[in-house]
């Protein structure tokens, strides 16, 4: 009698080990996605310091004795993204350094003594009065503290106006 041959068993292929890799790779990956989504959600929902908290834009800039500050000049704090102007009164003034416009930076000309808008010429004097359009109303302000004739400027919320009026100037 002929024996029969048997079917071959069909042997289980070994995971070879590139695909065992990828596959750990793909696994890492996708935790680590995973981590970064949790770690922006709790970054979102967790509270940050309060504004009264920090130095510095959103907070409280000290800066410096009054007798620092000569009249009719302006002091530019980069920090604090505002202009201290000393007026003619000898009171002060926290000017935004944003046109109310577009929201571009005004500059400072010393020689002409006003602000200007490089975007789009509008013009603001000392003040921060409208003296040129198309900018709709003066520039906003900030509040000022002067402690021991040393001025400190609250950045954490600008002022709006549309125009100039003496109860805005910190008197010394």
Partial sequence: MKQQKKPKETEARPVTPRRGFLNMLWWALGALAIAEL????????????KASQK?????????GPTSDFQVNTVTAFQR???????LKSGGFMALSRKCTH???TVI?????SHFECPCHASA???????????????????RIIIENNI???D????IKRQRFSDDQVTAV
């Fill in 55 to 63: 130095e510095g834009y959103g907070g409280l800039v000290t800066c």
């Fill in 124 to 142: 603001f004097n000392l003040a921060g009065d409208v003296i040129s359009k198309p900018a709709p109303r003066a520039l906003d302000y900030h």
């Fill in 108 to 112: 400072w000309d010393e020689k002409k």
């Fill in 38 to 49: 949790i770690g922006l959600v709790v970054a979102f929902i967790r509270p940050g310091k």
């Fill in 151 to 153: 001025v400190k400027v």
């Fill in 155 to 158: 950045t954490g919320k600008r």
């Fill in 102 to 104: 577009l929201g571009c």
């Fill in 80 to 86: 604090g993204h505002f202009y201290l102007a000393r």
